[in-house]
């Protein structure tokens, strides 16, 4: 079934390591991107991909980073976890970046 | 105050009843509006997706936008327990590329 497919589903993870969330398509959209969803404060964008071998900053990108070598995967590393990483992140992707984007179910991620 | 303003419910609604969701935003520079169902513990799926003001349908769901008034809303007729969600509205300022504001989500609940 074509989709979005994020890994781990869910990970518990001490406070200052490192931790790279996976996220792979493969309905060879052009653009990725990455959300974090908070109670109260909804999905916002913490990075983007308009196309393979480039990315941008969305609203909350401090703490993260992200890398895109080709067109299915777009991985998110957190380099040094804090708690307030704690969230759920979401991955979506769309064929270009003006076309609707399709999100995967998520990785639940808590930083203790 | 934030750009986009959803009613976070809870909403519950006997099966068959008309659902009427909605948001209000801020930015006239908003193009494009979808609406997404988001069920527990899964990611947002695309519902609808415009971009002028009037109405669009899709089988029991209706989208409309009002730009005069930056106000948008998800019709639901017949409704389903089935239909029992987190409906997120989003929208996108073409000015801004590809980035999606959404709105906290509203929860629904059919009840049968």
């Known amino acids: 079934i074509a989709g979005i497919t994020q890994a781990p589903t869910s990970q518990i993870l001490a406070a200052g390591r490192r931790m790279t969330l996976r996220c792979t398509q493969d309905m060879r959209h052009n653009a990725m991107y990455w959300y974090r969803q908070d109670l109260g404060l909804g999905l916002r964008l913490i990075h983007y991909?308009?196309?393979?071998?480039?990315?941008g900053k969305g609203e909350v990108p401090d703490g993260y980073s992200v890398s895109r070598a080709n067109t299915d995967d777009f991985p998110l590393t957190l380099a040094s976890a804090v708690p307030s990483q704690t969230s759920v992140y979401f991955c979506?992707?769309?064929?270009?970046?003006?076309?609707?984007?399709?999100f995967g179910d998520g990785t639940r991620l808590s930083i203790l | 105050q934030k750009e986009v303003e959803q009613d976070p419910g809870p909403l519950s609604v006997p099966e068959g009843a008309i659902v009427s969701l909605n948001c209000t935003y801020s930015?006239?520079?908003?193009?494009?509006f979808m609406w997404y169902r988001q069920y527990s513990r899964k990611g947002p799926e695309l519902l609808m997706y415009t971009y002028s003001s009037g109405n669009k349908e899709d089988g029991r769901f209706t989208a409309q936008v009002d730009k005069s008034s930056k106000y948008i809303s998800l019709f639901i007729r017949d409704s389903q327990p089935s239909d029992s969600a987190t409906y997120l509205c989003a929208m996108e300022d073409n000015n801004a590329g590809n980035m999606l504001t959404f709105g906290g989500g509203t929860r629904l609940m059919v009840k049968p």
């Open positions: 991909s308009n196309t393979a071998g480039t990315t």
């Open positions: 979506a992707s769309s064929a270009t970046e003006d076309q609707p984007q399709h």
């Open positions: 930015n006239s520079a908003f193009q494009y």
